[in-house]
């Protein structure tokens, strides 16, 4: 078998002779390009990972709808015994890491869909809304209120309206630490009467993007618990 002529490889002192195959050369090249841009790899890396941190939660009962942001969501009849005042969905849009406040915390979203369907105008009780029994690894915060909130928690009949919260466990709690929390959240009508409940949510896994060219942007969207 011939074997492949060796590579000149040219120094400013002269030309000295390898035993480098035809080719090889590109392969130093590539390996030398390699090796500068390892240090930068190492370097971005983390920055990467810590702006890419993010866990995904779902309720744990009554999940039986969907959010307008593609998120399974808990859907609760609101009634008494003078009939059926409305309903209530509720979900997450996740755990992530935040740096927009000047310093990078972990910030828990959890969304609501207030819809009127009865006689009188029914109100989220924002005063009542916190989060409960949060646990990440051997840490549990309990009753923690909301650090940002954002839209109309109050539907008057034939209407909806939807409100958003957004809730900082603390720097030290890191997304996918997060094992699950709970939601407590009152609903008031306008004599005064409650609806009170507790939504439990749990970490899930979104197997796939619940975008479709079908029409419907979040209706089948496919996600497991895990």
């Known amino acids: 078998m011939r074997r492949p002529s060796p590579t000149t490889v040219r120094f400013a ?19 030398i390009l390699v090796a500068m841009l390892r240090p930068l790899t190492c370097l971005l890396l983390p920055l990467f990972a810590s ?6 939660f779902a309720p744990r009962e009554s999940l039986n709808g969907w959010s307008a942001s593609g998120q399974p969501a808990a859907l609760y009849q609101l009634g008494d015994q003078g009939g059926k005042k409305g309903e209530l969905r ?9 740096g927009s406040g ?3 915390t972990t910030i828990v979203h959890v969304g609501c869909e207030l819809v009127n369907t009865g006689g009188q105008p029914l109100s ?3 005063a009542q809304v916190r989060l409960q029994n949060l646990t990440a690894g ?36 890191r997304p996918t630490a997060i094992s699950g929390f709970e ?21 899930y896994v979104r197997y796939h993007d619940p975008w479709y060219d079908d029409g419907w942007p979040y209706w089948r969207g496919g996600f497991g618990f895990g």
């Not at 702006?51 to 995904?56: K, T």
């Not at 109050?154 to 709690?173: K, L, Q, Y």
């Not at 939601?183 to 749990?202: D, K, Y």
Request: hydrophobic share 35%.
């Open 13 to 31: 002192a002269g030309a000295v002779k390898t035993s480098l195959p035809a080719g090889g050369y590109a392969r130093v090249r590539r390996g």
């Open 51 to 56: 702006c890419n941190e993010y866990r995904h």
């Open 90 to 98: 509720i979900w997450s849009d996740g755990a992530r890491r935040d």
């Open 102 to 104: 000047g310093h990078d």
């Open 124 to 126: 989220l009780d924002l």
């Open 138 to 173: 051997a840490l549990k915060i309990d009753g923690l209120q909301p650090q940002r909130v954002q839209g109309e928690a109050a539907a008057v009949p034939g209407h909806s309206n939807r409100v958003e919260f957004w809730f900082d466990p603390g720097d030290g709690v």
């Open 183 to 203: 939601v407590h959240w009152q609903v008031r009508t306008e004599g005064g009467t409650g609806f009170e409940q507790i939504t439990p949510f749990a970490p």
